[in-house]
């Protein structure tokens, strides 16, 4: 069964015990009912849209009974974050898409995630109502009613919007000593397998260069021929005729062949440092992508601070996280600090509570 179906599923079943978690909260605290799921986009089906309209108004805000505990608001919070990352809506993934440009299309990479984040954040209006994750709006919802809200109700929009363009993404919600509570969406960057993969493939890289080995007599980073797409090179009476040579010595150049092209510096730091993997790639991309001239705050920026999270599993492997907060200057910018644990959310409606550990990203000079 393919991830939206289980989704979905876990979605309708948790509708009666939310319902019905609701009405005790509700006719215990006195509170009016206020629609926290709304779904009205056109092109969703007659059974999603029922069932959304059918949770009507779990009122749940952050002034709790006391009679409820940690355990239960957790869970509240999950049924509420699977609700509300309705994803799988044709709508919420057409909505998606129009976020990427048509010159990057294709498999999900970690440009598309920054060009959907650019345009989220561009097109959202912070109400200010900090209701937090027990009053959120799905992403459907948002879009209807014009992007429009808190801190939870972006991230929950922004990692919708992510998972309907194919990448994956989640709800993380901590504690700032000195702020308070945080809702913020997380991006999915990879795990142990990612890490320990490079960019480079070694195997690849060494059979071209024994391939064209006068040429790398006189340079041997390669850098007059892997820093542009197409030409011809001469040793001596022998030419060599090449195209896209970065691509033919890359693990997945689907994914990092354009990336490399369109910012050619991510290619000068990779020749230099070979080993570098799938995640430290990543945030090498954000800086070059957000680094220099910024007209939004008319200032040069050098990001030089960039950091990721990352999660031991109960596996034993290692997962790799990037927030994306609606305030940040560039992914990864956050202006919370984690207390050391956090709670996390995901669109089936799981959750679980997570050691929180930075990772600085590598500098590209």
């Excluded at 650019?118 to 459907?140: P, Q």
Aim: aromatic residues 12%; contains cysteine.
């Amino acid at each position: 069964m393919d991830p939206r179906t289980l989704d979905i599923a876990a979605f309708i079943a948790a509708l009666c015990i939310v319902a019905a978690i609701a009405f005790m909260v509700n006719s215990t605290a006195g509170e009016d009912d206020k629609a926290g799921v709304n779904t009205s986009v056109p092109g969703a089906t007659a059974e999603v849209s029922l069932a959304d309209n059918a949770s009507g108004g779990l009122t749940l805000q952050y002034g709790l009974p006391s009679y409820l505990t940690k355990a239960e608001r957790n869970w509240l919070i999950s049924r509420q974050v699977s609700q509300g990352m309705d994803y799988y809506l044709p709508a919420t993934r057409d909505y998606a898409v129009r976020y990427i440009p048509s010159d990057h299309a294709g498999t999900f990479t970690i440009e598309q995630a920054c060009d959907i984040r650019d345009g989220s954040v561009a097109d959202w209006t912070y109400s200010g109502e900090d209701g937090g994750l027990l009053d959120i709006s799905s992403a459907s919802r948002s879009i209807n009613t014009g992007l429009t809200g808190d801190e939870a109700d972006f991230a929950v929009f922004l990692a919708s919007m992510i998972k309907g363009a194919g990448g994956e993404a989640r709800i993380k919600s901590g504690v700032d000593p000195e702020s308070g509570e945080y809702a913020v969406a997380e991006l999915y960057l990879g795990n142990s397998e990612d890490y320990n993969t490079k960019i480079i493939s070694p195997e690849k890289y060494e059979a071209f260069k024994s391939n064209y080995s006068a040429i790398f007599e006189k340079d041997p980073s390669g850098l007059t021929i892997f820093k542009y797409r197409y030409g011809t090179l001469c040793s001596g009476d022998t030419c060599y005729s090449f195209m896209d040579p970065l691509m033919q010595i890359m693990n997945e150049p689907e994914k990092y062949g354009e990336i490399c092209y369109t910012y050619p510096k991510l290619i000068n730091y990779l020749l230099l440092f070979p080993d570098t993997n799938a995640i430290d790639f990543q945030a090498l991309y954000i800086q070059v992508r957000y680094g220099g001239y910024d007209d939004r705050y008319k200032e040069t920026r050098d990001i030089r601070n960039l950091n990721y999270d990352y999660y031991v599993e109960e596996n034993g492997g290692v997962t790799y996280w990037l927030p994306l907060e609606l305030f940040g200057e560039y992914p990864g910018d956050t202006g919370y600090s984690d207390a050391g644990s956090a709670m996390v959310y995901y669109s089936d409606g799981s959750y679980k509570s997570v050691r929180v550990n930075e990772k600085v990203a590598p500098i590209i000079g």
